[in-house]
């Protein structure tokens, strides 16, 4: 050990307790602790190991030990600067005797710093075998590893020499190869570009479309059908006006929105509470608006199913089509005395079954109709069933009730189903579409240049028919009594495959020699219900008779002339109930010439 230097004692100053007394001195009990005991070790050097021990982390050298606040300090001596010449050691002073327990404490702690040295070195000597160790593995695996690769190497040359004995030669690349992974590259690169392109280069335009909303055209973002292009076309659309069945006065619309059809009965009823021209016809037009953009007329189904009602099958089926909305009907208001009145005029097309369809509905009729009379209540009618009447000619079926101006009626007249809710207004429906039917509406008149003739010599006349139609029966009675035909032709349609019509020529002779309206009188009259009476037509110069009339009900478009010519009385009928054949038949009429 160092020499010690005793510690200079300060003027004034008591003389210094010693080691011994200094520690027993202190409140708290003294302890010094091993982290000391190294760092005065550290002093003195740090002892070199036998052989360096690679592995271990290097530690910090620990930080110099400073001695407890109140210890004296004991500087060490300073040696000289200049080498001097020996000089025998002073001989330390001769310091207090260290006691029993500080020896023993000085032997325990000299006996601890053994003990870390050498788990120190022992933690040093074990580190340093599994480095050892892990660098021999290592090693190990690469040569096992190179021995592998040198073995498969050395199978392979093997079977390439088995493969191909001698020395192999490397193929050149083929043009083709090089070229095929060229077109690979270049459509990859496109492929490439073009997905780029795609999703971050090109400029995507917005799709719009074009809808009408609120009567003006916007612009709706996506893809969708355009229903316009400018405000103008987003304007409702004024449907075509259908022409009326029935000759009216004056024409009232009224519009429901699509859906809202139920609310028709209370505007009837408004209408009908207004005031009218006596005895004329106000037609009423029911026009449905769909979403401001779209009108229309009602058709005669959504008519019916507005009132509440509907017709059976075999009467739907028998209407006449459509060709617009609401041309195959005409509802209309007749004013009376009683008030104004409820009708519907329907156009009918063909049907052989109408009249029996007609009478099986009257049980249920009144009933299906009970919206047309625009009142709460419908009373009883005086009779269970439907009575027969007879007015201008046309059949009609009628059921009274006790209010003289209310009845229900139906007929036909010239292939129209008229159902009004009052005789007064059924008559007036009849003089009205007969008068209409009278009037000539400046037709073209029909191409007969083509037409067929036929002729008879012996009974003096001739007459075009259509050249489709055939003869399809002769009637001859050369010896018949007055009032039976003598000669009889009737022609007909064949090309439609079902009845259409046809057109008849009877004569008979006039053996008696009366004149014409005799013989009407005594042998024709009387085979017609309620027959015109006068001359009220003429055919090629001659005075005759018209009768518009057909014993059912069905056929009411039928019509049958009576003409004198060459003492002779001719009959020429047409038979048939469509509009068509009223054309052929005025024709056919016009062709007729007496030799």
């Known amino acids: 050990m160092e020499d010690i230097k005793e510690p200079v004692k300060p ?92 020896l023993k404490k000085e032997e325990e702690i000299k006996k601890r710093i053994e003990e870390t040295r050498k788990r120190i070195e022992e933690s040093r000597r074990k580190a340093e075998l599994e480095r050892q160790k892990a660098v021999q593995g290592e090693v190990a695996k690469k040569k096992e590893k190179k021995k592998e690769e040198g073995g498969r190497k050395e199978i392979k040359k093997k079977l390439a020499a088995a493969q191909k004995p001698g020395i192999a030669k490397k193929k050149p690349i083929s043009k083709k190869l090089i ?30 479309h074009y809808e009408c909303q609120d009567n003006l055209c916007r612009q709706i973002e996506g893809e969708g059908d355009d229903q316009c292009q400018i405000d103008a076309d987003c304007q409702p659309v004024e449907p075509t006006e259908p022409a009326t ?23 009837l009823k408004t209408i009908a509470s207004q005031t009218q021209a006596t005895s004329t016809f106000k037609r009423i037009l029911v026009k449905l608006v769909n979403n401001q953009t779209e009108e229309r007329y009602s058709d005669l189904t959504t008519l019916l199913t507005a009132l509440g009602t509907s017709l059976p099958e075999g ?23 009683e008030g104004n009145r409820l009708g519907l005029v329907v156009k009918m097309g063909q049907s052989e079954t109408l009249v029996e369809d007609l009478k099986n509905w009257e049980a249920t009729l009144v009933d299906d109709l009970r919206a047309l009379f625009l009142e709460e209540e419908v009373p009883a009618a005086f009779t ?12 009609i079926r009628y059921l009274n009730f006790p209010d003289p101006g209310l009845s229900i009626d139906y007929g ?27 009037e000539p509406e400046g037709e073209t008149e029909i191409d007969t240049s083509n037409w067929q003739t036929y002729q008879s010599e012996e009974y003096g006349i001739s007459f075009k028919y259509p050249s489709e139609w055939t003869l399809d029966n002769i009637l001859d009675n050369p010896d018949s009594e007055p009032y039976v035909i003598r000669y009889g032709v009737f022609f007909r349609d064949t090309t439609k495959g079902y009845w259409v019509g046809g057109f008849s020529a009877d004569v008979w002779l ?36 018209k009768i518009y009339q057909s014993q059912s009900i069905q056929s009411p478009s039928n019509m049958a002339f009576y003409v004198e010519a060459n003492s002779k009385i001719y009959m020429f009928e047409c038979q048939g109930i469509d509009e068509y054949l009223g054309n052929v038949c005025d024709g056919i009429l016009g062709s007729i010439s007496f030799e």
């Open 412 to 438: 036909i007249v010239d292939g129209k189903l008229v159902l009004t809710t009052s005789r007064e207004s059924m008559y007036a429906a009849i003089e009205a579409l007969l008068s209409a039917e009278s």
């Open 510 to 545: 006039n053996q008696e020699g009366l004149s014409f309206t005799e013989w009407y009188d005594k042998y024709a009259k009387e085979s017609w219900y309620n027959p015109p009476n006068d001359i009220n037509y003429e055919i090629s110069g001659h005075d005759a008779i």
């Open 315 to 337: 009467i739907q089926t028998a209407i006449a089509d459509s060709q617009i909305g609401g041309d195959n009907y005409t509802l209309f208001l007749y004013n009376q005395t």
């Open 245 to 267: 069945l029935i000759p009216v006065a004056e024409t009232k619309v009224i519009e429901l929105t699509a859906g809202q059809e139920n609310l028709l009965v209370e505007e």
């Open 179 to 208: 070229l095929s992974g060229l077109v690979i590259l270049v459509v990859v690169g496109g492929l490439g570009g073009f997905v780029y392109w795609w999703n971050y280069l090109r400029v995507v335009e917005p799709v719009f």
């Open 11 to 102: 003027a004034g100053q008591e003389k210094p307790l010693g080691l011994v007394e200094l520690l027993r001195s202190e409140k708290k009990p003294f302890i010094r602790t091993m982290e000391k005991d190294l760092a005065a070790l550290q002093e003195k050097g740090p002892s070199k190991p036998d052989r360096p021990m690679s592995g271990l982390v290097r530690k910090e050298p620990p930080k110099k030990a400073v001695p407890p606040v109140g210890l004296p300090v004991f500087e060490p001596a300073k040696k000289p600067e200049m080498p001097s010449p020996p000089v025998p050691r002073p001989t330390p002073p001769v310091g207090p005797p260290k006691s029993a327990e500080r």
């Open 384 to 395: 269970e069933e439907f009575q027969d009447n007879i007015y201008q000619d046309i059949a």
